[in-house]
């Protein structure tokens, strides 16, 4: 039997694993029918939808009991890779939708672990189930809207959006400026400042309806590439969102994140796999048709010559190492029972998200070298390829300030040992 795509990166999949990875490789040919036309256009292509919700995917990582396929993180990260060789921008906005799950699951867990008090559990609960209900049962794809253009030296992620409190529910208003589907989601899960808080205590969670009076969006994206994302970002003006489409107790949030595994909400592994999947789908385009092609004079395959072997093998070298660092970082963050703390996954993340990103580019780059001229064609995998991966050097955050938080916590925790054994 054929290996799976996903079984390039994860090696030992369960039979459970297989099986939903199965339903991934089953829908990569659509993607790819349509990727071309898709980043030509700078249009989602809403077919690929159909294909996601007729698979179960859209609750991969959603319980059974709530419809969903029951995966973890595991499964997500096998998804994305596979999904980002057919196409990128698919990946990422699958990528987004399943992030979503985690305003259900660590929501969840926290009530495990007796985080809220008797008062709150019912409209945690209740919030809870919605999420998750909707994507397994309902099948149901979210936009999930966090980011926004307002930068903040100190936080990765400044919200500026505000909740205001009014009869029967809020009234939001800001600029979201970066979350996959716009127009294209069912609903959109928007993250927003509670009016009269100024820190992560009064960060909410609201369902906020596309359709919805004031909703709005933003300028056509148009970027160099993942064009196919829909990646605009919406605006939000007196927008009304009732109580029950709305997780608005203070300090919900913070609550919920120390339950996450790793950073933030602790599946960032997964949006990085995308594009190490990019990176494997544009290094297997290049060599199967570097030996496809001759050499005229002597029919040798063009991947024989000196310099197409050195381009190759510094491929393979650098797709192996960026495969290398998110298979340890997967590990990190799926391993059960936990071996190693919040903090040490976390500035493990810090440095391999740059790893990943950094090495994948150099493939893509490596691969247009190979090319030569033909690999410049816009609609070719190559330069698409390229073009996407530029993406993975800036989301989130690149690698020099990775680097930097890494080594801040590596020297903050020596500094804390080596003064905390003389107090």
Not at 386 to 409: H, I, K, N, W, Y
């Amino acid at each position: 039997m054929r290996p799976l795509t996903a079984e390039a990166f994860i090696e030992d999949f369960t039979p459970a694993e297989k099986e939903r990875a199965a339903r991934v490789e089953a829908i990569l040919p659509g993607l790819r029918e349509r990727v071309v036309e898709a980043d030509k256009k700078g249009q989602f292509a809403i077919d690929n939808l159909d294909l996601f919700r007729e698979a179960g995917l859209t609750g991969l990582v959603v319980p059974e009991e709530f419809g969903g396929l029951g995966g973890g993180l595991r499964d997500l990260v096998a998804a994305t890779f596979a999904l980002g060789t057919a196409c990128p921008s698919t990946a990422l906005c699958f990528f987004f939708h399943c992030s979503s799950s985690s305003r259900g699951l660590l929501a969840l867990e926290a009530l495990e672990q007796g985080l809220f008090s008797t008062e709150e559990k019912a409209e945690v609960r209740a919030f809870a189930h919605k999420v998750l209900h909707r994507m397994g049962h309902e099948r149901k794809w979210f936009g999930n809207f966090a980011s926004e253009s307002v930068k903040s030296e100190k936080a990765l992620i400044t919200i500026s959006t505000k909740a205001r409190r009014v009869s029967g529910g809020y009234l939001l208003d800001g600029v979201k400026s970066f979350g996959c589907s716009t127009g294209v989601a069912d609903y959109y899960l928007v993250t927003a400042q509670l009016e009269g808080h100024s820190d992560a205590r009064g960060l909410a969670t609201f369902f906020v309806d596309p359709q919805a009076a004031g909703v709005g969006q933003r300028t056509q994206w148009d970027a160099i590439g993942m064009r196919a994302t829909a990646t605009h970002g919406i605006t939000l003006d007196q927008v009304f969102v009732a109580d029950s489409e709305s997780l608005a107790l203070p300090a919900a949030f913070t609550r919920m994140m120390q339950v996450s595994r790793g950073s933030f909400v602790g599946n960032q592994v997964a949006g990085t796999a995308v594009y190490l999947g990019a990176a494997h789908g544009v290094y297997h385009n290049t060599l199967d048709t570097l030996l496809s092609r001759k050499f005229e004079d002597t029919g040798r395959s063009i991947a024989d010559s000196p310099l197409h072997r050195e381009l190759i093998g510094k491929m393979a070298m650098n797709l192996e190492t960026a495969t290398l660092w998110l298979r340890r970082q997967l590990q990190l963050e799926s391993e059960d029972p936990p071996r190693h703390s919040k903090a040490e996954v976390v500035k493990n993340w810090r440095l391999c998200k740059g790893v990943v990103a950094d090495m994948a580019f150099a493939v893509a780059v490596d691969a247009l070298k190979a090319m030569g001229t033909s690999g410049t064609h816009n609609s070719g995998a190559t330069a698409r390829g390229l073009r996407d991966l530029t993406m993975g050097l800036v989301q989130a955050f690149p690698s020099e300030r990775g680097r930097l938080e890494a080594a801040e916590m590596i020297v903050s925790n020596k500094q804390a040992t080596l003064f905390g054994s003389n107090a």
